[in-house]
């Protein structure tokens, strides 16, 4: 390989927009997944992902999801992870069309560190629910085939020491939500369980056992969302966001919280 074959492009080397999905798109487009043809006409069939949490506490705000992927009446998987942490400071949950979903979540993780390193300061949260909401709208015309991405994100605000929750639709709307939110086709049952069970005193542990009670009622009347599954031990994922930074909540940890919630739901049967 000679030393110009070697080099880098030119443009990858110039100063541009502090926007890494901008540059890729300009770049190299077919790796954006909006970009990618779909035939028109034809929606495909599949995996998507359900169900997604978030809701704030004393200390901050945290985001959950079940691990169940389905297509059609079909499980397609039974592990999948649907929460991520987006920075040191946020997480998102996915729910649509799961392959998507995760695609554009990496691209977003990346948009992220570049601007960051483009511009010597970190992005306001707000600004990075923005910059989410500006790919979930680039992903629009995937959404009318069928392969819409729903995603849920949350972040601990630096400016005002507090967590914040932002849910989107198809078309890119970004709105702030207020205590707790759902997205997903068990949604409207995991709501009505926080509706009962949240206050805005939670702790740390009390707010991760809620979002568990509320997965497992939605497990409870959505065939697409997946409850604990205790013979495979495969749990929920849980990220907590507050002034230590963002996290995930070890297995062992949503292991305990599940049994307890399961012993309970016992203990209210036999009643």
């Not at 992870?81 to 920075?87: E, S």
């Not at 990346?110 to 707000?126: D, F, P, T």
């Amino acid at each position: 390989m000679s030393d110009d074959e070697a080099r880098l492009p030119a443009s990858y080397l110039r100063p541009g927009s502090s926007s890494f999905n901008d540059f890729l798109r300009a770049e190299r487009p077919e790796l954006v997944p909006s970009a990618r043809p779909v035939p028109v006409g034809e929606r495909l069939e599949a995996p998507h992902g359900t169900t997604i949490v978030a809701l704030q506490y004393a200390g901050g705000v945290l985001v959950a999801g079940d691990r169940r992927a389905t297509m059609g009446n079909l499980i397609a998987s039974h592990s999948i992870q649907k929460v991520f942490l987006a920075d040191d400071w946020s997480a998102v949950g996915i729910a649509g069309t799961a392959g998507v979903a995760i695609e554009l979540v990496r691209l977003f993780q990346v948009e992220l560190e570049h601007y960051e390193k483009i511009e010597g300061a970190m992005l306001s949260l707000r600004g990075k629910a923005n910059r989410l909401a500006s790919m979930i709208r680039g992903n629009l015309g995937m959404a009318l085939q069928g392969l819409a991405v729903v995603p849920l994100f949350a972040g601990y605000d630096l400016d005002d020491a507090t967590g914040r929750i932002y849910s989107y639709d198809v078309t890119g709307g970004c709105y702030e939500e207020r205590d707790y939110h759902a997205v997903g086709s068990g949604s409207l049952f995991a709501r009505g369980a926080l509706k009962k069970l949240w206050r805005p005193e939670l702790t740390t542990a009390e707010a991760v056992r809620t979002v568990l009670e509320a997965l497992y009622d939605a497990a409870d009347d959505d065939s697409a969302t997946g409850g604990p599954d205790l013979g495979r031990r495969i749990w929920p994922t849980v990220a907590l966001l507050d002034g230590e930074g963002a996290r995930m909540v070890p297995d062992a940890e949503i292991e305990d919280l599940v049994e307890q919630v399961v012993a309970g739901r016992r203990e209210a049967a036999r009643r």
